[in-house]
T-cell receptor, first 110, second 114 residues
Framework: DTEVTQTPKHLVMGMTNKKSLKCEQH?????MYWYKQKAKKPPELMFV???????INESVPSRFSPECPNSSLLNLHLHALQPEDSALYLC?????????FGPGTRLTVT | AQSVAQPEDQVNVAEGNPLTVKCTYS??????LFWYVQYPNRGLQFLLK????DNLVKGSYGFEAEFNKSQTSFHLKKPSALVSDSALYFC????????????WGAGTKLIIKP
């Protein structure tokens, strides 16, 4: 099973709200990722966790805060977002070379 | 600099005909190459990869890709296209300086007409 799940599927939030995106995988993968994707564009890497430790932060604004509570879970905490942050947020995991993606959370910031 | 190019924004193919989606890359050393597909309003699905070995790689849904080192290409192919193959296709190469980062092509929209 190569399934990565994400909740919620859709999220609408105001610029003053605080919300969280959740991601889960039960494949025993050692690395988990957050990506941001704009329509018809390739995904942009935001964060990478390896063995539950933050390995890569691609200079993401502090209004995005990742968290890895355990090896199966990955959260992305959102606060004071801007309208330009509206996008599809994808979670992925990997053990070897290929990454497996979740279905994404469609985020709209109003 | 490392890069991936997908020279066609869109490819149109009639159902039942063979399809090719082109990808060329520029990396030093031996590349790790990938193809992903994205259906509308969905996440990316892994199709296939090349790391080493046979230059012809077979993947999901009847897709295959041919690694050509001399031409630095990794074109995606399918002998007989289905309407359901219509989607956005991304080629990617792993950054040689990272075990985690992928360098992505811009994507090619594949349209299969009945």
């Amino acid at each position: 099973d190569t399934e990565v799940t994400q909740t919620p599927k859709h999220l609408v939030m105001g610029m003053t709200n605080k919300k969280s995106l959740k991601c889960e995988q039960h494949m025993g993968h050692r690395a988990m990722y957050w990506y941001k994707q704009k329509a018809k564009k390739p995904p942009e890497l935001m964060f990478v966790y390896s063995y539950e430790k933050l390995s890569i932060n691609e200079s993401v604004p502090s209004r995005f805060s990742p968290e890895c509570p355990n090896s199966s879970l990955l959260n992305l905490h959102l606060h004071a977002l801007q309208p330009e942050d509206s996008a599809l947020y994808l979670c992925a995991s990997s053990q070897a070379s290929e990454q497996y993606f979740g279905p994404g959370t469609r985020l709209t910031v109003t | 600099a490392q890069s991936v190019a997908q020279p066609e924004d869109q490819v149109n193919v009639a159902e039942g005909n063979p399809l090719t989606v082109k990808c060329t890359y520029s990396v030093s050393g031996n590349p790790y190459l990938f193809w992903y597909v994205q259906y509308p309003n969905r996440g990316l699905q892994f199709l296939l990869k090349y790391i080493t070995g046979d230059n012809l790689v077979k993947g999901s849904y009847g897709f295959e890709a041919e690694f050509n080192k001399s031409q630095t290409s990794f074109h995606l192919k399918k002998p007989s296209a289905l309407v359901s193959d219509s989607a956005l296709y991304f080629c990617a190469v792993r950054d040689i300086d990272s075990n985690y980062q992928l360098i992505w092509g811009a994507g090619t929209k594949l349209i299969i007409k009945p």
